[in-house]
């Protein structure tokens, strides 16, 4: 089955920019997202992208997607305190239900 | 509108409890999920309700009975849980279950804390 794999921790001071990594082994992933929880929350969708895209913008969030390294990462530009949170990243291939990383975990500092 | 609902926001349970979580969306989605998540880590699957059918059981024990009474509405009965069921239940939704995978996106509730004493 798939395997998705992310860094447990990320630590970055308010402003700069965060980038969360995530790679994955089945490369028939046809759509990869990133979920944000908050302490105590439930999963708010921050973005997704279609494997037939490289790239995709959203305000100050930006998805890489490389096929060939199956590797996907999240950049936050402006890093801001509220983005502080465990980040998901999750694949849905055929017919299986989503995927899930074990998530990644940003602090930021003040 | 790309809300889930979840009620009650807590819930604490004695083992010989029965008690019952709810999940409700209003986005025409016709497919809806239960997940466990325990601290500190991903969200496991449990249920999927595919067009108000069960589709999928992930080998849950069956002290927890969902059942999907209408397209709108979710529930998971709880009974004679244990400690270790303490966790945050998540509901979601999606447009499919089983089809493209576009339909699969999906929307979570907020979540009902339970706590088994």
């Known amino acids: 089955g798939e395997d998705v794999e992310q860094s447990l921790f990320l630590s970055v001071r308010e402003g700069d920019s965060s980038v969360i990594n995530c790679t994955y082994t089945?490369?028939?992933?046809?759509?990869l997202y990133w979920y944000k929880q908050e302490p105590g929350a439930g999963l708010q969708l921050l973005t997704y992208?279609?494997?037939?895209?490289d790239m995709k913008q959203d305000q100050r969030l930006t998805v890489l997607l490389n096929k060939k390294d199956k590797h996907l990462s999240l950049r936050i530009a402006d890093t801001q305190t509220g983005d502080s949170a465990i980040y998901f990243c999750?694949?849905?291939?055929?017919?299986?239900?989503?995927?899930f990383g074990k998530g990644t975990r940003l602090s930021v500092i003040a | 509108d790309t809300e889930v609902t979840q009620t009650p926001k807590h819930l604490v349970m004695g083992m010989t409890n029965k008690k019952s979580l709810k999940c409700e969306q209003h986005m025409g989605h016709r497919a809806m999920y239960w997940y466990k998540q325990k601290a500190k880590k991903p969200p496991e699957l449990m249920f999927v309700y595919s067009y108000e059918k069960l589709s999928i059981n992930e080998s849950v024990p069956s002290r927890f009975s969902p059942e999907c009474p209408n397209s709108s509405l979710l529930n998971l009965h709880l009974h004679a849980l244990q400690p270790e069921d303490s966790a945050l239940y998540l509901c979601?939704?999606?447009?499919?279950?089983?089809?493209?995978?576009?339909?699969?996106?999906?929307?979570f509730g907020p979540g009902t804390r339970l706590l088994v004493l």
């Open positions: 992208i279609f494997s037939n895209m």
């Open positions: 089945d490369s028939s992933s046809t759509y």
């Open positions: 979601a939704s999606s447009q499919e279950a089983l089809a493209g995978a576009q339909g699969k996106t999906q929307y």
């Open positions: 999750a694949l849905v291939s055929g017919n299986t239900p989503l995927v």
